[in-house]
């Protein structure tokens, strides 16, 4: 099983910055694409930010310009850097890795627990 644990999130004004984390622990073969979506209150889940193992990375429109994201692959972990953070980036933020958890096995999705993510106006 692959577990995903996030850190960081909270309160932020608008405009400002947040940062997320998360690491990836457990048994399992290898990783491969890892990142970030997120939930909005009566929306459905979004991507907001994929990376690969080599480091090519997507983002959802909306984000491109303010966002970051980068990862550890020694540490099994990625992280989500938050800038110039607007009111509609309140959500809850869910860390995602696309993993195998033995060298036959098919990759799997497997999600962290969420965490919440607010930006007062």
């Known amino acids: 099983q692959v577990h995903l644990v996030e850190s960081g999130g909270g309160l932020v004004q608008a405009g400002g910055s947040l940062g997320l984390s998360c690491a990836a622990s457990?048994?399992?073969?290898?990783?491969?694409?890892m990142g970030w979506y997120r939930q909005a209150p009566g929306k459905q889940r979004e991507s907001v930010a994929l990376?690969?193992?080599?480091?090519?990375?997507t983002f959802e429109d909306s984000v491109k310009g303010r966002f970051a994201i980068s990862r550890d692959n020694a540490k099994n972990t990625v992280y989500l850097r938050m800038n110039t953070m607007l009111p509609e980036d309140t959500a809850v933020y869910y860390c995602?890795?696309?993993?195998?958890?033995?060298?036959?096995?098919?990759?799997?999705?497997?999600w962290g627990q969420g965490t919440q993510v607010t930006v007062s106006s």
């Open positions: 990376i690969s193992t080599d480091g090519a990375t």
């Open positions: 457990g048994l399992f073969f290898s990783i491969d694409t």
């Open positions: 995602y890795a696309a993993a195998k958890r033995t060298i036959l096995s098919e990759v799997r999705d497997y």
